[in-house]
């Protein structure tokens, strides 16, 4: 009993498989190309303990062709010389299947090492990787691979896997258990979808309980104890922590309060507190913006309490805020004038600033209209006098449309009555 107990369970044939059904279920393609016999280069996309390994095994198995495994963090470019030393020999008659785990940590030069050899067929290359493959992995490896995405199996499917975890222990120790009710249930909702961590799980309750006369009893609290925040996948570096924080930003904007309070949690749990007042500072600007500006300054109050007091006690503002943001109304209308006008900079519309608007007062001789003849607004009525601010070559440009929020309404009608003459 030396490896672990996703590794002496491990399937054998496609359909004891957990998950995946998307991919192998009945008539699926990716279950019909390993029945052809006939395999690609593959990529194998999603988060760990899902059944990436365990899938190119069985393909190499049903094959016959040899496998070899490399890890991206650990080969090296010599490792795969040595592979390649064997093709062509006694010991690789049908070619050879190379499964690279996390090819997103093999540099450049590393997979182009493969290119030669996955081209002509003689490897037949099976990577996975963690991280999104269209931006990890060499463009030239993608073009010749096929990419699969292998998702996070649902908690009923992995109750599955749990039970068969507990019949095989028990049988392996030969002894009985008793299995509080609940207990495989709390395993498989706690894993997250990584059914390698539910085996695991199984494994620690397992060994965790002393046996009494042959039997081990397993309590619905050794479970949650043991199966604790491993629901939680979160990485500050990956892939998953900016699907989070999109999630979060997009829930306020949506003005969901519920999904927002969500991935607040969320991101809460895994301590990321400088992403949350970043994204909570952004979208109260983006988003909700003039329809209700009052609303930046309450919300970096919110922001400076949660820092000054620090977690956890800063969840309390910050739940304040996400409450706040997402039932506020919206608008984005000075975002999207801003984002107008600096389509205009960046395409070169630009022109000098008009002369009544320069800070100098002087003219050269070359002027031909000498004087800054600039129009003091608060000397006129209402405070706003007609004059030209932009410059000549966007003097017509139109950036800014009032929001259909009551705010801006009300600033739409007092601006409309003043520059049509007080009618």
């Not at 062509?88 to 785990?101: K, R, S």
């Not at 630009?350 to 070359?366: A, C, M, T, W, Y």
Request: net charge neutral.
């Amino acid at each position: 009993m030396a490896s672990p107990l996703a590794d002496r369970i491990r399937p054998k044939d496609i359909d004891d498989m957990i998950g995946q059904r998307h991919l192998l279920g009945e008539n699926c393609a990716l279950r019909k190309i390993i029945e052809s016999g006939h395999i690609p280069n593959m990529v194998f996309y999603g988060p760990p303990g899902i059944g990436k390994t365990t899938l190119a095994g069985i393909i190499a198995a049903k094959t016959n062709r040899r496998l070899h495994k490399l890890n991206g963090t650990t080969a090296s470019t010599k490792d795969i010389k040595d592979i390649v030393d064997e093709l062509d020999t006694f010991m690789a008659q049908n070619g050879i299947l190379l499964y690279l785990d996390e090819i997103q940590y093999f540099t450049k030069k590393q997979q182009q090492t493969l290119l030669e050899f996955i081209e002509n067929g003689k490897i037949t290359l099976i990577a996975s990787t963690t991280e999104n493959p269209y931006f990890y992995v060499y463009s030239a490896i993608l073009s010749r691979s096929t990419v699969f995405e292998f998702k996070p199996v649902p908690p009923e499917e992995v109750e599955r896997g749990v039970k068969r975890a507990f019949a095989f222990m028990e049988k392996e120790l030969g002894e009985t258990f008793e299995i509080e009710a609940g207990v495989k249930k709390t395993i498989a909702v706690g894993c997250g979808g990584d059914v390698r961590k539910s085996l695991n799980s199984v494994e620690l309750c397992v060994m965790s309980c002393v046996p009494e006369n042959g039997v081990r009893k397993i309590s619905l609290d050794r479970a949650k104890e043991l199966s604790q925040r491993s629901a939680f996948r979160y990485d500050k570096d990956g892939e998953e922590h900016y699907d989070i924080l999109s999630a979060f930003q997009k829930s306020l904007r949506g003005s969901d309060p519920d999904a927002a309070i969500h991935y607040l949690a969320r991101l809460i749990e895994a301590n990321d507190l400088p992403s949350i007042c970043r994204r909570l500072m952004v979208c109260t600007c983006e988003d909700v913006g003039l329809a209700y500006p009052q609303l930046i300054p309450i919300v970096k109050s919110c922001i400076d309490a949660a820092l000054m007091v620090g977690l956890p006690e800063a969840r309390i503002p910050l739940a304040d805020a996400v409450v706040l943001v997402a039932t506020a109304p919206k608008s984005n209308s000075a975002y999207l004038a801003l984002d107008a006008a600096l389509a205009d900079i960046r395409a070169g519309r630009v022109g000098s600033i008009p002369r009544q608007l320069q800070n100098k007062h002087f003219d050269g001789e070359d002027a031909a209209v000498k004087g800054q003849h600039y129009l003091y607004p608060h000397d006129f009525p209402n405070h706003y006098v007609r004059q030209q601010y932009l410059p000549d070559m966007l003097k017509n440009a139109h950036y800014y449309d009032f929001g259909d929020n009551k705010n801006e309404q009300a600033a739409k009608v007092y601006w409309d009555k003043i520059k049509n003459g007080g009618k």
